[in-house]
DNA sequence: CTATTTAATTGCTACTGGCAATTAAATCAT
DNA sequence: ATGATTTAATTGCCAGTAGCAATTAAATAG
């Protein structure tokens, strides 16, 4: 065992960074679940705008994700259409609404306090942080929804010149310069 | 305004760290709440084991934490003596059972990933959470909980050799060596 | 072409968290 | 001192949430 107390000083640092940003989420007419779901549409390429994918992410329930939804679609935030692949499955998009909000996302404030408090570090900081998270969903037999850039279905620049110049291998689609750079549910990191 | 991307990536990573670790916290009869409180009181010192305190450390209200609390003593995991100092006011103190529960603190997987993940690093990992703490709290008027001993009112060792050497200029109250381990809802830090 | 699996939703229920009102004790002001 | 104010904690109330199980519908497997 022998844990070292700098390790659990820093997860208990981390459970207390999250706390202060969720009691800022109360600000608008989301709460918390609402903001993670919308912060997840508004960074998911269009395979993975799904409740089922929405639902691995937070590592919750369907049905719970679905009023989530249900909710945000209510007020105005996302849109609902079905599937053309799945005839059972419905994709979410955000609203011009939608957009507008994750631009006053109250996780921005911690990004901006991450940003002034680390400086010269962040990319060690952020490094680790990644290093952490993939241990953490391996530990929990979770997805990692990476970019898709970083994935090893991810073929770059099979038809240069167009206007989706990469493709996926997985889903045999072709993918735009945004696309690529979006996180995935299917993302399984290259060279694994 | 000019966020950098690190940045925005390390707070969506934190959040989604903190959400598998709360993923694992419906495992024993505590929910994520529960366990906070728990922690917070095996961590705090004499003097910040009350609702009050709680509800800060927490960013909450008296009433929720009120009720949180209530829930843990029903459970048996703390017990509640009126305060001494104070007529109006509780404190709490964790029963053996309660001991016990925060030996299997789901969060310390979440301590378990970071230590093998930042290895040699662990140490600026650490410093650069604590500065961004420092700043969120400082941006949401919040307390620091900081260590006792890392306090302005901290005076240490002014009764060597006795049970309780240190002391506190603030509550005018003596402090053992655990004490000033302890995390304090007075504390500010010094030289500040 | 039937059986199974998967996607999503919804009824039900227990619980949570916030707000406001209440009680009681401490502190403040004259 | 004593009345007014502040602070600590609790509780009734209520809206909202999350989990579970059942249901519907479509896709996939045998």
Redesign the interface.
């Known amino acids: 065992m022998s ?2 107390p ?19 989420e109360r600000v608008g007419d989301l709460n918390p679940a609402q903001w ?1 779901a919308l ?1 997840y549409l508004a ?1 998911a390429n269009r395979f993975s705008r799904t409740p089922a994918a929405l639902a691995d992410y ?3 329930t369907r049905g719970t994700v679905s009023r989530t939804l249900a909710s945000l679609e209510e007020k105005g935030y996302v849109a609902r259409t079905a599937s053309a692949r799945d005839g059972r499955s419905v994709e979410f998009a955000l609203s011009p609404e939608g957009e507008r909000a994750v631009k006053h996302d109250p ?12 400086g010269a ?6 490094d ?10 391996a ?2 037999r ?1 997805r990692a929804f990476g970019a898709c850039y970083t994935c090893r279905h991810f073929r770059a620049n099979v038809r240069p010149a167009s206007r989706a110049p990469h493709h996926c291998a997985l889903l045999d689609e072709p993918l735009s310069q945004a696309d690529s750079q979006a996180i995935c549910a299917e993302q399984e990191p290259a060279g694994a």
């Open positions: 844990l070292s700098k390790a659990l000083e820093a997860a208990h640092l981390i459970d207390r960074l999250e706390r202060l940003a969720r009691s800022g993670e912060r960074r937070l590592a919750s996780l921005l404030a911690l990004a901006r306090d991450i940003e002034a408090a680390t570090m962040l990319p060690e900081f952020l680790s942080l990644r290093q952490t998270l993939r241990r953490a969903i530990r929990n979770g």
